[in-house]
C-alpha cells in the first residue's frame, strides 16, 4: 500500500495545479487521472476550440487581405487539416503537463479513484485493483457535457462539443443550442469558416450573464457576419428527420440543418462523493474559503465546487487546496476573476455590470470609449468594440470593466490586478498607457469618468 501525504483525483487545470504545488512545498504527491492529464480544458474544451479559433480568424483576415494591399487568391479551407494542428497542439501540451509532473517527482497514476474509507483510496485499472493513504485527498473531478432529456443526442448528428471538436469535415448548416459563452464562440468560428449558423436561446438575449451592452453589441456583430439569432423561446426538442435535424421550439416554429451542436449544460462529476460523507447542496461539493469540504483532509476543487467554471478558477482553487494541505492559511477570493469570451470579437470582463452594481445599491456611473477612436485599432483593422467601466460614484471605486473587441482577453489581465489591488478610478486614469496600443482605451475610458478623455 502506498502512503502519500497528497492525493488528487483529476488531473484537469485544477488538478494538476493543486498537485505541483503540493510538491514545490515538500509534500509527497500522486495525482491520479483515467484520462489524459489537462482534464476538460486542455483536451475537450479551451485548448482545441482556441486552437481551431486562431484558424478561423486567419482564414477570415486572408480573405480581407486586399484590404492591407495584399492580393491573393480565393482561399480554401482543409478543416482536416485545421482539425490535426489541433490535435498536435493538445499532444504536445499534454506531454508538457506530463513533464511537469515528472519533474516535480509527482507520481502519475492512470486508473480511475474511489474513496473507499477516510484517507484511503482504491484504484482501478484493466481490471486491476490498488489501494493508496493520503493524509489529504484533493477531489478535482470536473464535469462532462450534459445528456439533456428530448434533444437526442447521438454524438453524430446531434453533438455536444466534445464529438465536434473531432469532426473533420464541417456542415453547411448548423444549429446551436445555447447563445452562452460556448454558444457564441463556435458561432463565431463556424461562420468564418462559412457555415451557415442558427444559434436558438431560450432567454431574452444571448450572453444573459453579461453586461447589457456588450451582449448587445455581439448579437449585432454575429448577425453582421451572417449569424440567425432566435432568442426568447425555449426548445421543445431536437430529433432528426431524414437527413436532417430539427430543432422544434415551444412556440411551434422549427428549424432545419444539417446538424445540431448542444452547447447548454455541464454534469459535474460527483459520482462516489456522498457514499463517502461529502456534503453535496444543490448539485455541488460545498466547500470554505480553504477549499475544505465538510471531512477534514478531503478538498474539493474546479467544477465540482459550481463556484465558477472556469479553468484558472480551478488553477487557483488549486494552489489554495495545496497550500492549506501543506500547513499555510491561505483562502479563495472570486472579486477579480477575469471572464474571457473567444467570440469574433473578443469579450472580456473582471468585477460586476452595471445592472449588478445598481441592483446592490451602489451609486453607478459608467463610461465607454470606442475602439474606432484608437489608432493602433485602425492600424489592425479592427475597430469594432469598446470599453466600457462601471464605478460607485459615491465611493470613489471600480467596480468593473467589460471590453469587447480585438484582443480583449488580453487587456483584461491589467483591470484585473487594479481591482484587485483595490486601485481608484483616478489612479488608473492616471496610469500612461504606452502610444499606439489598444491598451490607451482604458485609460481614456477611465479618463471619460471625469470628463477627461482625449479623442472622444
Known amino acids: 500500500m502506498s502512503k502519500y501525504d497528497l492525493v488528487v483525483i483529476g488531473g484537469g487545470p485544477g488538478g494538476y495545479v493543486a498537485a505541483v504545488r503540493g510538491a514545490q512545498l515538500g509534500l509527497k504527491v500522486a495525482l491520479v487521472e ?80 474511489k474513496i473507499i474509507d477516510r484517507g484511503e483510496i482504491e484504484i482501478t485499472a484493466n481490471e486491476k485493483t490498488s489501494t493508496l493513504t493520503a493524509h489529504n485527498i484533493i477531489l478535482a473531478t470536473g464535469s462532462e457535457p450534459a445528456q439533456i432529456k428530448n434533444f437526442n443526442i447521438d454524438e453524430r448528428d446531434i453533438l455536444t462539443s466534445t464529438a465536434f471538436l473531432n469532426l473533420e469535415t464541417l456542415p453547411i448548416y448548423i444549429i446551436i443550442i445555447g447563445g452562452g459563452v460556448m454558444g457564441v464562440e463556435f458561432a463565431s468560428i463556424l461562420s468564418a469558416f462559412g457555415v451557415k449558423v442558427t444559434i436558438i436561446e431560450a432567454l431574452e438575449r444571448i450572453l444573459p450573464t453579461e453586461d447589457i451592452e456588450i451582449s448587445q453589441a455581439l448579437e449585432q456583430s454575429l448577425k453582421k457576419a451572417g449569424v440567425e439569432i432566435a432568442c426568447g423561446i425555449p426548445i421543445k426538442e431536437i430529433k432528426k428527420e431524414g437527413s436532417q435535424v430539427v430543432a422544434l421550439l415551444e412556440d411551434g416554429s422549427s428549424f432545419k440543418a444539417d446538424k445540431a451542436l448542444v452547447t447548454i449544460g455541464r454534469h459535474l462529476n460527483l459520482e462516489g462523493l456522498e457514499a463517502v460523507g461529502v456534503k453535496v447542496v444543490d448539485g455541488k461539493v460545498e466547500v470554505n474559503e480553504k477549499m475544505e469540504t465538510n471531512i477534514p483532509g478531503i478538498f474539493a476543487i474546479g467544477d465540482i465546487t459550481g463556484k465558477q467554471l472556469l479553468a484558472h478558477v480551478a488553477s487557483a482553487q488549486g494552489k489554495v487546496a495545496a497550500n492549506v494541505a501543506a500547513g499555510k492559511d491561505t483562502q479563495m477570493k472570486y472579486d477579480a476573476v477575469p471572464w474571457c469570451i473567444f467570440s469574433i470579437p473578443e469579450i472580456a470582463r473582471v468585477g460586476i455590470t452595471e445592472l449588478e452594481a445598481k441592483r446592490l445599491g451602489h451609486k453607478v456611473k ?21 470599453i466600457k467601466v462601471v464605478i460607485d460614484e459615491e465611493k470613489d471605486q471600480l467596480l468593473g470593466v467589460h471590453i469587447i473587441g480585438a484582443e480583449a482577453s488580453e487587456l483584461i489581465a491589467g483591470m484585473g490586478m487594479a481591482l484587485n489591488s483595490s486601485l481608484s478610478p483616478e489612479d488608473i486614469a492616471s496610469t500612461i498607457f504606452a502610444h499606439p496600443t489598444l491598451s490607451e482605451g482604458l485609460g481614456e475610458a477611465f479618463e471619460s469618468l471625469f470628463g477627461q478623455a482625449i479623442h472622444v
Open 366 to 386: 459608467t463610461s465607454k470609449f470606442p475602439y474606432r477612436a484608437l489608432g493602433r485599432a485602425k492600424t489592425m483593422g479592427s475597430e469594432d468594440g469598446f
Open 34 to 113: 483515467k484520462n489524459q492529464v489537462g482534464g476538460t480544458c486542455l483536451n475537450r474544451g479551451c485548448i482545441p476550440t482556441k486552437a481551431i479559433l486562431e484558424s478561423a480568424k486567419l482564414f477570415q483576415k486572408i480573405k480581407g487581405a486586399d484590404k492591407f494591399g495584399i492580393t491573393i487568391g480565393e482561399p480554401k479551407l482543409d478543416y482536416a487539416q485545421v482539425i490535426k494542428r489541433k490535435n498536435q497542439t493538445v499532444t504536445k501540451l499534454v506531454k508538457g503537463v506530463e513533464y511537469l509532473l515528472k519533474k516535480n517527482k509527482i507520481d502519475l497514476i492512470r486508473g480511475e479513484a
